[in-house]
């Protein structure tokens, strides 16, 4: 089906009841001189022909090149962090410093880690004494042990997400290679750094996942939605634009639905490159770093909304 489409209902986040063994790409090893990259078991031939196709990487990154472009962002983000004190301010994430990014990063690494190792959330989080620890020793420590973990699995290995249609290793490789990538555009605009470009694929991925598996997918905050709804029925649109890829979204505040390519007399097309339009969905980026077609208002409103999926 061409369309992909993704409903949504309040509170599925908390259900991780089904668990799928979606299949991926195999990994090939590649190397990359910012940060390892590591190593991955591969599906045997004989068992992928019997496993369901991939529906949820719509770009066609396979994994080997989300490790790749984590081991990157990682070693960028850590040089950045290094480059100045970390009291200094994180302007794309106001009252944070960079030693609470680099702080953030790290507990979210390990926390990945510890969801794969033992099977379930962690009760406790994070460990007690982790907040006292050294931050950019810890952030090092923490990607050490991310992609040990990573490669002591294979991809379609369950793993608890909440991302109910996919449970997998799979899930969290694409997570925080997209995680990763943001925060490193926070670190380097902290330290006064240039932010080195997003490669397009990266920057489409991101894209489809935040639309698609955050604001296509967890309705739990849309019901109270600072500032109010502006579609009633479901039947308006709004038309992204990444480079030559579109998707289409439709929202009402009870789901939104979010299909691939572009729709119909839509309330507002935005469009940007790539990397311009992943910074804006997340808030790196202004209003200036997109082009709108249409109302203005709906476009502000499609950011209100990701506010809300995005906490």
């Given at each position: 089906?061409?369309?992909?489409?993704?409903?949504?209902?309040?509170?599925?986040?908390?259900?991780?009841?089904?668990?799928?063994?979606?299949?991926v790409a195999i990994f090939s090893e590649r190397s990359v001189v910012t940060a390892p990259v590591p190593s991955v078991r591969a599906v045997a031939v004989a068992d992928r022909r019997f496993l369901p196709p991939?529906?949820?990487?719509?770009?066609?990154?396979?994994?080997?090149?989300?490790?790749?472009?984590?081991?990157?962002?990682?070693?960028?983000?850590?040089?950045?962090?290094?480059?100045?004190?970390?009291?200094?301010?994180?302007?794309?994430?106001?009252?944070?410093?960079?030693?609470?990014?680099?702080?953030?990063?790290?507990?979210?690494?390990?926390?990945?880690?510890?969801?794969?190792?033992?099977?379930?959330?962690?009760?406790?989080?994070?460990?007690?004494?982790?907040?006292?620890?050294?931050?950019?020793?810890?952030?090092g420590r923490a990607y050490g042990e991310l992609i040990a973990e990573f490669s002591a699995r294979v991809p379609t290995d369950p793993a608890p997400t909440w991302y109910d249609p996919d449970q997998t290793v799979?899930?969290?490789?694409?997570?925080?290679?997209?995680?990763?990538?943001?925060?490193?555009?926070?670190?380097?605009?902290?330290?006064?750094?240039?932010?080195?470009?997003?490669?397009?694929?990266?920057?489409?991925?991101?894209?489809?996942?935040?639309?698609?598996?955050?604001?296509?997918?967890?309705?739990?905050?849309?019901?109270?939605?600072?500032?109010?709804?502006?579609?009633?029925?479901?039947?308006?649109t709004i038309t992204v634009l990444a480079g030559q890829t579109a998707w289409t979204v439709r929202p009402s505040p009870q789901e939104v639905v979010v299909d691939d390519g572009a729709s119909d007399n839509p309330?507002?097309?935005?469009?940007?490159?790539?990397?311009?339009?992943?910074?804006?969905?997340?808030?790196?980026?202004?209003?200036?770093?997109?082009?709108?077609?249409?109302?203005?208002?709906?476009?502000?409103?499609?950011?209100?909304?990701?506010?809300?999926?995005?906490?």
């Amino acid at each position: 089906m061409a369309a992909a489409r993704v409903l949504i209902w309040a509170r599925l986040r908390s259900s991780l009841t089904v668990s799928h063994l979606l299949a991926v790409a195999i990994f090939s090893e590649r190397s990359v001189v910012t940060a390892p990259v590591p190593s991955v078991r591969a599906v045997a031939v004989a068992d992928r022909r019997f496993l369901p196709p991939w529906p949820w990487q719509s770009s066609g990154m396979d994994d080997s090149r989300y490790l790749e472009c984590l081991a990157a962002d990682y070693g960028d983000l850590r040089d950045a962090a290094a480059a100045v004190e970390l009291t200094a301010p994180v302007p794309t994430c106001p009252g944070w410093t960079m030693g609470d990014l680099v702080f953030h990063v790290a507990e979210v690494y390990l926390h990945k880690v510890t969801v794969m190792r033992t099977g379930e959330w962690p009760k406790q989080w994070p460990p007690p004494g982790t907040e006292h620890a050294a931050k950019l020793p810890l952030l090092g420590r923490a990607y050490g042990e991310l992609i040990a973990e990573f490669s002591a699995r294979v991809p379609t290995d369950p793993a608890p997400t909440w991302y109910d249609p996919d449970q997998t290793v799979a899930f969290w490789i694409r997570r925080m290679a997209q995680e990763t990538v943001v925060h490193r555009i926070d670190a380097e605009l902290a330290a006064g750094l240039p932010v080195t470009p997003v490669p397009d694929d990266l920057a489409l991925d991101g894209v489809d996942e935040v639309l698609k598996r955050f604001l296509g997918y967890d309705a739990e905050d849309l019901d109270q939605l600072e500032g109010g709804h502006l579609a009633r029925d479901g039947q308006d649109t709004i038309t992204v634009l990444a480079g030559q890829t579109a998707w289409t979204v439709r929202p009402s505040p009870q789901e939104v639905v979010v299909d691939d390519g572009a729709s119909d007399n839509p309330r507002v097309v935005i469009a940007a490159a790539p990397e311009s339009m992943l910074r804006w969905l997340w808030g790196r980026g202004g209003d200036e770093a997109v082009q709108l077609t249409g109302d203005p208002a709906w476009a502000a409103y499609l950011r209100r909304m990701l506010v809300a999926a995005t906490q």
